[in-house]
């Protein structure tokens, strides 16, 4: 009797369903939560807004802290003081001024010494003077005019050099006003413009005080020559002794 052996066919066909459920019976006895993957979309799109959110109150404070620092610079520019100051130059031209008026001939810019002055040499002129008394206070009249005069046209002198100090000040201050970073360097720079122009309105006041006491010695001794050619001529006029004959000797008789 002779016994059949199994086909090659049959044997790969059993070989292939033992390694099927050799593979498959780990996936059944697991459970299902070991494997199967939850996807909730609702959950997703919460968890992307909050995070949107966090984002943007992150950009929020970081945008408040720029503009803090940005507020923290504009006090620091604000506060600068400016690196240039006029304060001395205009002090001294100020003074120089002053030392002008200071040195007035004579007559000082002092109202006693001028009511004493007046008193003396201006006033009515003095029947009982002599002729020399007369002609000397003339002459000091005339000296007081002529140093009027000549102080008058020294502070024209001391105004006018000014004149090219104050420009080149000017012209730092524009430019120091121009590059001003803070509101205190504008500020510092037009207070010192402020005081150069008072400085030149000192300089214009002593002008006119100036050229005013020149002016009011001229009249001063107009008026009173005119009073002492009065005099003068009255006496001149008044009747004195007359001519009195008198002997003559001639060829030594």
């Given at each position: 009797m002779m016994i059949r052996h199994p086909s090659?066919?049959?044997?790969?066909?059993?070989?292939?369903m033992l390694a099927a459920s050799i593979a498959l019976s780990p996936m059944m006895t697991s459970p299902a939560h070991a494997w199967k993957i939850v996807y909730d979309p609702s959950n997703y799109a919460q968890n992307v807004i909050q995070a949107a959110r966090a984002l943007e109150q992150i950009k929020h404070q970081i945008t408040s802290l720029q503009n803090e620092a940005q507020m923290l610079i504009n006090q620091a520019r604000n506060l600068a003081s400016l690196p240039f100051s006029s304060?001395?130059?205009?002090?001294?031209s100020v003074q120089k001024t002053q030392q002008l008026l200071g040195q007035a001939q004579n007559i000082a810019f002092d109202v006693q010494q001028i009511d004493q002055m007046f008193a003396q040499k201006y006033a009515n002129?003095?029947?009982?003077?002599t002729d020399r008394q007369l002609v000397a206070d003339a002459r000091s009249r005339w000296q007081n005019t002529?140093?009027?005069?000549?102080?008058?046209?020294?502070?024209?002198a001391g105004v006018v050099g000014n004149i090219d100090t104050n420009r080149t000040q000017m012209s730092n201050l524009i430019s120091e006003s121009q590059r001003a970073t803070g509101a205190l360097q504008a500020t510092q720079a037009g207070n010192q413009l402020l005081a150069m122009q008072s400085q030149?309105?000192?300089?214009?006041?002593?002008?006119?005080?100036?050229?005013?006491?020149?002016g009011a010695l001229t009249d001063a001794e107009r008026t009173a020559a005119a009073e002492q050619g009065r005099e003068q001529r009255r006496r001149f006029l008044t009747p004195g002794t007359g001519y009195q004959p008198g002997n003559a000797r001639m060829f030594g008789n």
């Open positions: 090659s066919r049959a044997v790969l066909m059993a070989a292939t304060l001395q130059q205009i002090q001294q002129v003095s029947m009982s003077a002529v140093g009027g005069l000549q102080d008058s046209m020294r502070v024209q030149q309105l000192s300089d214009l006041v002593a002008l006119l005080a100036a050229n005013g006491r020149a």
